[in-house]
């Protein structure tokens, strides 16, 4: 349903003319896990202005039906190209799994997303068991499965879908007894399956990464990806001559939830004297 073709190519034709290199980048995400992408961004294209959307009235995307996850991704891009953004980071393994390839589709900006590190856990795994944590949603999907066969082979992969962790991270409940119970009925499975290697398939898990490492010890190797998705950003902008090499970059955040609830976890995971505005209602 929606857009006529010839509508679209109107679209997709002025997006395409328009883009800037002073133009924002946007980055969103079902809530903060978004942050440790947006990190390795601003630290890799450190003049860059960065619009982050934090979907909070919506988390977990990880436990939505995949209609719902599409609906917002869509919400959410449109709020991004009225501001004109140059690019999109889909800094969520969920939103990517299952919407990325919807918005390719309709928008004629650049998409860069997030995958769970099959390849280069596979390449470092010495007992040929590797363990990945991911929600609900990104284990289920198809995205997911033609991952896992890409690069599944010669070696073993044993998932543990998370439901919860997300929600229990946005909370700004990073450490203590309760964040270490719920990470340990998770983590263990995996360990106990042989797992040397640990893939962090969700964004929001790279915020607790410290227990993670001390729940699985100094022999398992725990692999994220945030570097990755800032190097192809780059690539992709540098190829459309879309960066910005000089001047001050900067963030600012949207959310579609509480203001207050942002802020507050934000302010738990080190980032202070930020703005954070409400995202708009979508009619
Ligand atoms: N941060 C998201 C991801 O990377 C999902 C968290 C959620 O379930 O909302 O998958």
Redesign the pocket.
């Known amino acids: 349903p929606g857009i006529a073709p010839k509508v679209k190519q109107a679209l997709h034709s002025s997006a395409a003319t328009c883009a800037d290199s002073e133009h924002p980048i946007g980055v969103f ?3 903060v ?2 942050l440790t992408i947006l990190r390795a961004v601003a630290a890799s294209l450190p003049h860059e202005m960065l619009l982050y959307v934090a979907d909070t009235a ?7 039906s995949p209609d719902e996850i599409r609906r917002r991704a869509r919400v959410i891009t449109r709020f991004l190209v009225a501001r004109q953004v140059k690019a999109i980071v889909v ?7 299952m919407a990325i390839d919807a918005l390719r589709g309709e928008f004629a900006l650049p998409f860069i997303g ?1 995958e769970p590190a099959v390849k280069p856990a596979f390449a470092a795994t010495r007992s040929g068991v590797v363990g990945v944590l ?2 609900p ?2 284990m289920d999907s198809a995205r997911f499965r033609a991952l896992v066969a890409r690069f599944g082979g010669g070696a073993r992969l044993v998932t543990q879908a998370c439901a919860g962790l ?2 229990h991270i ?1 909370r700004g409940e990073l450490d203590g007894e309760q964040t270490e119970q719920l990470l340990r009925g998770f983590v263990e499975p995996l360990l106990c399956a042989g797992a040397d290697t640990i893939v962090l ?5 790279p915020l607790v990464v410290e227990s993670v490492r001390r729940i699985a010890g100094p022999d398992v190797t725990v692999i994220e990806n945030g570097g990755a998705v800032a190097r192809e950003l780059s690539r992709q902008l540098e190829q459309r001559g879309l960066r910005r090499t000089q001047g001050e970059g900067g963030r600012r955040f949207h959310v579609s939830g509480s203001v207050a609830g942002l802020r507050k976890v934000l302010t738990a995971l080190g980032e202070t004297n930020l703005g954070v505005e409400s995202l708009p209602e979508d009619r």
């Open positions: 995400d079902s809530g896990g978004g919506y988390l977990p995307y990880g436990q939505k800094a969520c393994n969920t939103a990517t799994a997030v991911a929600t949603a990104t997300a929600e946005e398939g969700c964004t929001h898990y």
